[in-house]
């Protein structure tokens, strides 16, 4: 059997790196036997310090033009000029076919080297005025955890940049992998833009407490019928309470919720088992199977058939 052969990841550390934002690629990637990840930093601009340490790496911005996709974590002060290097390297790089994404405040490196222009973006939601205000060209996106846009990905703060790296190995890979990886992570698989959590028979954290229990039960009886009412009793709350405390904590009502967590079940079971799509309908909670492929092409863009063709090929 031959080796898998294994995508080439950049990461560019500019000035100021954020240390979290710079570790979620190298640890989510890096650890993933599909990828092979290589950190690199512009030498014109001096060593890279930042939050009491520096980034030492052999890798100039020579490392660019053999990279499938190249990551730009946050770094402290975007709005401070940048290496022109730097910026000619990622222009050079997105012309030459490769895959940019952005952590954080990364959005505004990709912003200045005018990558972003008519393309809709985001970033950390304390910086989303400051980028849209110096870049009026960019669809700013605010309330988005992460922007797809093909071949330019931009995500917002910490935890959003670690979705979409899971997001990165789940439209590469896969839903298994994407679950597999973030297991090793001890963090849920996806959370698509404004969408809720929703993982393979995952224990995503809200980001309070009170939903903990709901969530899980949710995940847990996904073949259920489940409705807002019977959920708000199981939360101790009023309807209106629940649905707002819901929005709060997942950024998506209950149902939306629901509905992107049974897609991904699907998902995983078309990927990894051989069960008919009329049994994984109802293992999903989904309805029936006119209902299912109806919702699954909604969600996914292709049938159960061809995904299920796709991924066990």
Not at 61 to 76: K, S
Not at 119 to 124: F, G, N, V, W
Not at 133 to 161: K, W
Not at 270 to 284: D, K
């Amino acid at each position: 059997m031959s080796a898998i052969q294994r995508h080439r990841v950049v990461v560019l550390a500019l000035p100021g790196v954020l240390p979290l934002d710079l570790g979620i690629p190298v640890q989510t990637f890096g650890m993933d036997p599909h990828y092979e990840v290589t950190v690199c930093c512009d030498p014109s601009a001096g060593p890279v310090h930042s939050g009491g340490f520096t980034v030492a790496t052999s890798a100039g911005l020579e490392a660019l033009p053999d990279a499938g996709t190249v990551v730009v974590p946050g770094y402290q002060a975007p709005a401070d000029p940048l290496p022109a290097a730097a910026l000619s390297a990622l222009r050079a790089a997105h012309t030459r076919g490769a895959r940019l994404v952005s952590i954080c405040t990364g959005a505004f490196a990709l912003a200045a080297a005018g990558l972003l222009d008519g393309r809709p973006a985001t970033t950390h939601w304390q910086e989303t005025a400051e980028l849209q205000r110096r870049y009026p060209r960019v669809d700013v996106r605010p309330n988005q955890l992460y922007v797809d846009d093909g071949d330019i990905l931009t995500s917002a703060g910490v935890t959003a940049g670690v979705d979409l790296c899971l997001h990165i190995v789940r439209r590469d890979h896969g839903a298994a992998a994407a679950n597999s990886r973030a297991r090793a992570l001890v963090a849920p698989p996806q959370r698509s833009g404004g969408q809720a959590q929703f993982i393979e028979r995952f224990r995503p954290s809200a980001r309070g407490e009170d939903l903990a229990p709901v969530l899980t039960w949710m995940l847990d009886n996904l073949a259920h019928r489940q409705s807002v009412d019977e959920l708000a009793r199981r939360a101790h709350m009023s309807r209106r309470t629940f649905i707002r405390r819901f929005q709060q904590e997942t950024g998506t009502s209950p149902m939306t919720w629901l509905t992107a967590a049974r897609i991904d079940w699907a998902r995983e079971l078309l990927e990894t088992t051989t069960t008919p799509v009329e049994q994984i309908a109802r293992l999903s909670g989904l309805g029936s199977p006119a209902a299912f492929r109806a919702a699954f092409h909604r969600h996914v863009d292709t049938s159960p058939a061809d995904y299920r063709a796709t991924f066990q090929t």
